[in-house]
Structure formats: structure tokens, C-alpha cells
């Protein structure tokens, strides 16, 4: 309900700032609205992260779509999510079949992502040959893991259909991955920048910095202030 709040026209206070002359937060208030077309669908039931593709499966027809986790931030370098996302597709588009984000974790981070094995790796693109859910550092297959970035072909719900449910009754995504990657080809693109977990306190406040010192209105007053700080505890 938040976020279809927020992508939707507020006419109630588009009329306050038009009646009190602010036609600059006006019209970027009716911008959110303008960005693109909505469609929500809600996971009535916390069934895990693989339900919760698969109940966008009406919307999605026959075509490669993307899944993007919302609590990971990619700040480009020019501050645009697509940039990455165009990557995926070109590697779609060479090999027609899915692709997911990788990134290299720490040693202390692996328990906390799929981690996944690899074949043919040449560029920062690879096979997929075996993905494992938040194994312990032992049994990783490499310090690769999935971060948030999925482009899938359809095929991806026929797999999540056929993926048994696991602990706490959930469909885990990963195990849907491994099943399609048995059928189909499954590539992983290394993402060297940065991805930021805004689960993660630090990542949040780090995700919130790097992205206002790149806007026009802020940049230039939060790095004086920033500045400010470091010299205050020096």
C-alpha cells in the first residue's frame, strides 16, 4: 500500500502546493506519478522469495523480465540503476538464456547469500553450473554470490512450480535456479561495483550518503557539512 501510495497522484496535496504558489514541488510531486506504469500484485502468504516471483507470472506473458530485490541499491556511476541492467540484457541477448548478478563476498559474508559455481568464465561472464543458499564458508562452491539482480526467461516459473517447498514451507528462488539451470542456460554477470544491503545498518546510511552527494539540490551543502564532521574528529 506505501509504494502504491507513493507512485500514485496525491491530488489533496498537489491542490495545498498549488494554492500556496509552490509550482516547483508541485510538478515534482506529479512527476512520481508519470514515471512509468504500475501493476501490484501481493503475496498473501510469506511462501519465500521464489512465491513471491511466481505470483508475477499473469504479468508477465512469454517475454525476459527482471527481478530487482528492493532492499539492495545499486548506485551506478552515473547514479542510474539501468546502466546495470542494460548489461544484463546484452548478455541475454548473447546467450538467450537467464542472467543473475554476482558480486565476491567476504569470507564472514558468504552465510548470508547464494553462492554460486561457475564454468567458462571469460569477462566477468559465466555458466552456472550449482548454486547453494547461504552455505557455510566450507561448502561454498566460490565467493560468488547473488545479489539482487535477476533477468529470467519465462522459464523460471515452470521451474519454481516444480520446486518442493523447503524449511518454514518457503520456495526457495535459488533451488528454482539450480532446476532451470539444468535445462536451460543460466549465466552469471560479476557486478564490480558497488551493492549496497539496506537491510544492513551501515549499508543504509552509506546507500543515503552516496546517493545525496549526487544530487544537483544537496551534493555540494552534505559534503561541506561531511567535511565538517571528519574535521570535528581529527
Known sequence: VTLEDHFDRSLELEHHLEAVGKLDLLEEVRAIADLADFHYVRQKEPLGFGHAVLIA???IGDDAFFVMVG????PEPQGAEPELLLELAAVH???GGSVIVVKEVADEDVSSYGIVAVEDMAEGVGRLTDMVEKPAVGDAPSRLGSRGRYL????IFDAIERTPRGVGGEIQLTDAIKLLAAEEPVHVYVHDGPIYDVGKKLDYLRTTIELALRRDDLGAQLME???EVVARGS
Open 152 to 155: 529470467f526467461t519465462p522459464g
Open 93 to 95: 541477448d548473447r546467450t
Open 71 to 74: 532492499d539492495e541499491i545499486v
Open 57 to 59: 507470472k499473469d504479468h
Open 225 to 227: 557539512f561531511l567535511r
